[in-house]
């Protein structure tokens, strides 16, 4: 994961996990091209493992689930429970924030 | 080293893809020239002093005769003012680690703050000082985040991305209001002397936004800063070290002068040095890169001076080949860290090799 762009990145106040996160991603299946953030925002609305750890990502066009690993810029297992922490996290704060139980 | 040409001669012949001696060569070397001032001065202590902030240009210039200046600082001087807290270590990039946006209501909130004071006023105080001190003899640009960039610092990237989903408008408010910082930040540095601003449209990224989104959240903002920018005398500049840069839209939209922009070699889809010339982005605009910033770090003088040559050897075939006469500048990608290890001979490394070898004959 830590190539030249991601180093990059850091250097401009955003964390490896944070690029992660934005950087789009093509579905294998359909081809929607789409970010974690994107997918944790729509096609995991309402689902109480989006705040649990969860590591996995859903095309919200052809709905299919996989796992963040299969995503191309993440690497490897490890990688792959940084993200799902991180973006859970982010996730939880978010619906907080804004008085909502963060798993509706 | 004398040269046929000064350093203004050919960066005025450059803008016009007149001929020129050499090519340009302008590695992004800003807080690590800090060292150069000789007393021991701190990143945090020259990221607070307009005056050691304009030494080091000035020094920068005396030892490695760059063809430009830029006044990069780091991308949380807005969301500091704004009211972030910004961590800012002893000798590292300060970057902001709490965030002021927890709701869609709080970029309501946001104010343009007083750019006569904070870090925006060192900024903009340190840039007219080397630009006073180098206008004569080097192109001088300023430099500074783009609002969707300064928001992004603000309220953190995913809950920007989250907000622009689900609560565009509140987005819109806020970037009006960045917008409205920007134009201040803008017609502040028309005052400085420097000749171009360099706007930071970091987001302006294949691999984050498409078309549709960055044009709804950036370019309408962005088209009235570049106005304002050539409305206050200055060339409009970009920077994005994108691995997808929106090439089409900020280099022949914007209508830029300078495009400096980096280039990841494991990213198929990463545009080079060649690529971005025989495209047409070259043809009237002087694109700017593209030495991995971290080769000034972990590589040999050896290895940067081959680095920078073999660069040197593609942007002239590619040049010629296009029928241009000197539009490339021979940078960084991206800032040269400004790391107590960087090794400064690296940058000398890179300016020498291609005042040797960047002469351009077809």
Same mark, same amino acid.
Request: hydrophobic share 35%; net charge negative; glycine share 8%.
């Given at each position: 994961?830590?190539?030249?762009?991601?180093?990059?990145?850091?250097?401009?106040?955003?964390?490896?996990?944070?690029?992660?996160?934005? #950087?789009?991603?093509?579905?294998?299946?359909?081809?929607?091209?789409?970010?974690?953030?994107?997918?944790?925002?729509?096609?995991?609305?309402?689902?109480?493992?989006?705040?649990?750890?969860?590591?996995?990502?859903?095309?919200?066009?052809?709905?299919?689930?996989?796992?963040?690993?299969?995503? !191309?810029?993440?690497?490897?297992?490890?990688?792959?429970?940084?993200?799902?922490?991180?973006?859970?996290?982010?996730?939880?704060?978010?619906?907080?924030?804004?008085?909502?139980?963060?798993?509706? | 080293?004398?040269?046929?040409?000064?350093?203004?001669?050919?960066?005025?012949? *450059?803008?016009?893809?007149?001929?020129?001696?050499?090519?340009?060569?302008?590695?992004?070397?800003?807080?690590?020239?800090?060292?150069?001032?000789?007393?021991?001065?701190?990143?945090?202590?020259?990221?607070?002093?307009?005056?050691?902030?304009?030494?080091?240009?000035?020094?920068?210039?005396?030892?490695?005769?760059?063809?430009?200046?830029?006044?990069?600082?780091?991308?949380?001087?807005?969301?500091?003012?704004?009211?972030?807290?910004?961590?800012?270590?002893?000798?590292?990039?300060?970057?902001?680690?709490?965030?002021?946006?927890?709701?869609?209501?709080?970029?309501?909130?946001?104010?343009?703050?007083?750019?006569?004071?904070?870090?925006?006023?060192?900024?903009?105080?340190?840039?007219?000082?080397? *630009?006073?001190?180098?206008?004569?003899?080097?192109?001088?640009?300023?430099?500074?985040?783009?609002?969707?960039?300064?928001?992004?610092?603000?309220?953190?990237?995913?809950?920007?991305?989250?907000?622009?989903?689900?609560?565009?408008? *509140?987005?819109?408010?806020?970037?009006?209001?960045?917008?409205?910082?920007?134009?201040?930040?803008?017609?502040?540095?028309?005052?400085?002397?420097?000749?171009?601003?360099?706007?930071?449209?970091?987001?302006?990224?294949?691999?984050?936004?498409?078309?549709?989104?960055?044009?709804?959240?950036?370019?309408?903002?962005?088209?009235?800063?570049?106005?304002?920018?050539?409305?206050?005398?200055?060339?409009?500049?970009?920077?994005?070290?994108?691995?997808?840069?929106?090439?089409?839209?900020?280099?022949?939209?914007?209508?830029?002068?300078?495009?400096?922009?980096?280039?990841?070699?494991?990213?198929?889809?990463?545009?080079?040095?060649?690529?971005?010339?025989?495209? !047409?982005?070259?043809? #009237?605009?002087?694109?700017?890169?593209?030495?991995?910033?971290?080769?000034?770090?972990?590589?040999?003088?050896?290895?940067?001076?081959?680095?920078?040559?073999?660069?040197?050897?593609?942007?002239?075939?590619?040049?010629?080949?296009?029928?241009?006469?000197?539009?490339?500048?021979?940078?960084?990608?991206?800032?040269?860290?400004?790391?107590?290890?960087?090794?400064?001979?690296?940058?000398? *490394?890179?300016?020498?090799?291609?005042?040797?070898?960047?002469?351009?004959?077809?």
């Amino acid at each position: 994961m830590a190539n030249g762009f991601y180093e990059a990145m850091k250097r401009s106040g955003f964390s490896y996990e944070t690029t992660a996160s934005v #950087k789009k991603y093509k579905c294998p299946y359909c081809g929607f091209e789409f970010s974690l953030v994107y997918a944790r925002t729509f096609a995991c609305q309402g689902c109480s493992e989006a705040i649990k750890g969860c590591p996995k990502v859903r095309c919200d066009k052809c709905d299919t689930e996989f796992f963040i690993e299969e995503m !191309g810029h993440v690497h490897g297992k490890e990688q792959q429970r940084q993200i799902s922490d991180h973006i859970c996290n982010i996730v939880s704060a978010y619906h907080t924030d804004m008085g909502r139980t963060p798993n509706r | 080293m004398s040269e046929a040409m000064t350093h203004i001669e050919r960066g005025m012949a *450059a803008l016009s893809n007149e001929p020129v001696d050499r090519l340009l060569v302008s590695p992004l070397s800003m807080g690590v020239q800090r060292r150069l001032i000789g007393s021991g001065v701190t990143y945090r202590e020259w990221a607070h002093d307009p005056k050691l902030f304009a030494q080091s240009f000035v020094e920068g210039y005396k030892t490695y005769g760059p063809d430009m200046a830029v006044g990069l600082m780091d991308l949380s001087v807005m969301a500091g003012d704004l009211g972030a807290h910004v961590r800012m270590d002893l000798e590292n990039t300060p970057f902001v680690d709490e965030h002021i946006i927890h709701n869609p209501e709080d970029y309501e909130k946001l104010e343009v703050p007083d750019i006569r004071s904070g870090r925006s006023a060192v900024l903009l105080e340190g840039t007219k000082g080397f *630009a006073q001190a180098l206008k004569d003899d080097i192109i001088c640009a300023g430099f500074v985040e783009g609002p969707l960039l300064a928001l992004s610092q603000s309220a953190g990237a995913e809950r920007l991305f989250m907000d622009m989903y689900t609560n565009p408008s *509140a987005v819109h408010g806020a970037l009006e209001v960045m917008t409205d910082y920007d134009a201040q930040m803008c017609e502040g540095f028309g005052k400085t002397g420097v000749a171009g601003l360099v706007w930071d449209y970091l987001w302006g990224n294949y691999s984050c936004l498409g078309d549709a989104e960055y044009h709804e959240f950036e370019v309408k903002y962005a088209n009235k800063l570049n106005k304002l920018t050539l409305d206050n005398g200055m060339a409009v500049c970009v920077h994005n070290c994108a691995d997808m840069p929106h090439l089409k839209t900020q280099v022949k939209d914007y209508k830029t002068s300078i495009y400096s922009m980096a280039w990841y070699p494991l990213n198929p889809d990463s545009p080079s040095a060649t690529k971005v010339i025989e495209e !047409g982005y070259a043809d #009237k605009c002087v694109m700017a890169g593209n030495i991995d910033p971290q080769l000034f770090i972990r590589g040999s003088v050896e290895k940067i001076t081959k680095v920078a040559s073999d660069l040197t050897k593609e942007v002239k075939t590619a040049l010629c080949k296009r029928g241009l006469n000197s539009t490339f500048c021979i940078s960084s990608g991206c800032e040269v860290p400004p790391d107590l290890t960087t090794k400064l001979e690296n940058i000398r *490394a890179v300016v020498d090799t291609v005042k040797k070898e960047g002469n351009l004959a077809c």
